[in-house]
């Protein structure tokens, strides 16, 4: 067995690789593992609102390295600044963590916050989040420049539009919990939602953009909604999309059918907090922060497999069309 995968064709090529590059995504996890996870857990908890976002963020950045450093075998650029760029970003992102204990610099972050109109209340904790989200995209950026190259940039801008739309969400979260604007798609979803529980025997009532007979009754905010979820997944797959050898009218259908395909899980997901709510007597808030954001993980995960495994089976098919690889 162990032969069997120390044989493996993904062993093979890993073995190939540099241990500068094998270095990359270690190094990318480090100060997650590190600070989010062993040091301080408890910022670790939430899904959304949360510091697993920056979990997700690294999540990708290896997924992106996997495929062009192990499958296209992209091989890292000779700079001159290749340590001193590490060490200066490792250096970075350790001082911002240690001064994290400290008193002075969470009520810095909080006065600017207060300052910018992002009052320091439990409401909008976004406004701590977005910041510890902008230091680690500023260090994984760094990163991936000290490594690879500024042209490398265009490889990673999937998780680099994943977390820069993030950070955008949280603040306008922050700012304004209720936004106007984006606010008026909400009770569309939550009567798409009662009325799909309803075809299962589940009795919801509500009113507007409120679930009145859950426990407690809660407001559904924009981004629970999954605005921000549409917006990621639109950055996300247009970055994918655009990299795949195919015809744009190819592009624009997986384009559409993912975002149609992310709408209703969206849906889904809050059909599926309300229901263990009003079945199970799951705490509705538990179960959005913990569990919500792993439905639009999952869904942009799968739908990124089925295009890529759709193409390998249409290559196939027709021999003499042009591989769908990565460029």
């Known amino acids: 067995m162990l032969a069997r995968v120390k044989n493996s064709r993904f062993f093979l090529i890993l ?18 593992m590190g600070f989010y996870i062993i040091i301080q857990p408890d910022r670790f908890l939430k899904m959304w609102g949360g510091y697993a976002t920056v979990v997700y963020t690294a999540f990708f950045v290896v997924l992106t390295w996997l495929h062009h450093c192990l499958v296209s075998k992209e091989q890292s650029a000779k700079t001159h600044v290749f340590w001193l760029g590490i060490i200066f970003f490792i250096a970075g ?17 909080n006065q600017i916050g207060a300052a910018l109109g992002f009052m320091p209340n439990p409401w909008n904790w976004n406004w701590r989040i977005s910041i510890d989200l902008i230091v680690f995209t500023v260090y994984m950026v760094g990163l991936i420049i000290s490594f690879f190259g500024f042209k490398f940039l265009k490889y990673f801008l999937g998780p680099i539009l994943y977390s820069s739309i993030l950070v955008c969400a949280l603040l306008i979260d922050a700012a304004y919990p209720l936004f106007t604007v984006l606010q008026w798609w909400v009770p ?29 009754p809660v407001s559904v905010g924009w981004p629970c909604a999954g605005i921000h979820s549409l917006l990621i997944y639109t950055a996300v797959a247009y970055s994918f999309l655009q990299n795949l050898n195919i015809s744009r009218t190819r592009k624009l259908i997986y384009l559409s059918m993912g975002f149609l395909g992310t709408y209703m899980v969206n ?11 009003l079945r199970f007597n799951v705490d509705i808030m538990t179960f959005h922060y913990y569990a919500g954001e792993l439905f639009f993980i999952m869904w942009i995960l799968v739908f990124l497999f089925v295009v890529v495994m759709i193409e390998r089976r249409s290559r196939t098919k027709d021999p003499s069309s042009e591989p769908p690889k990565l460029t």
Do not use: C, H, M
């Open 188 to 216: 569309g979803i939550v009567f798409l939602v009662a009325n799909l529980l309803r075809v299962f025997g589940v009795n919801v009532t509500y009113s507007k953009d409120v679930f009145l007979n859950t426990s407690p």
């Open 15 to 32: 073995s190939k690789v540099p241990w500068s590059q094998i270095a990359f995504p270690l190094l990318v996890i480090l100060p997650v």
């Open 93 to 109: 992102i350790s001082v911002y963590q240690f001064l994290l204990y400290s008193t002075e610099l969470p009520n810095l972050i």
């Open 267 to 277: 849906i889904l997901r809050i059909a599926a907090i309300v229901f263990a709510n």
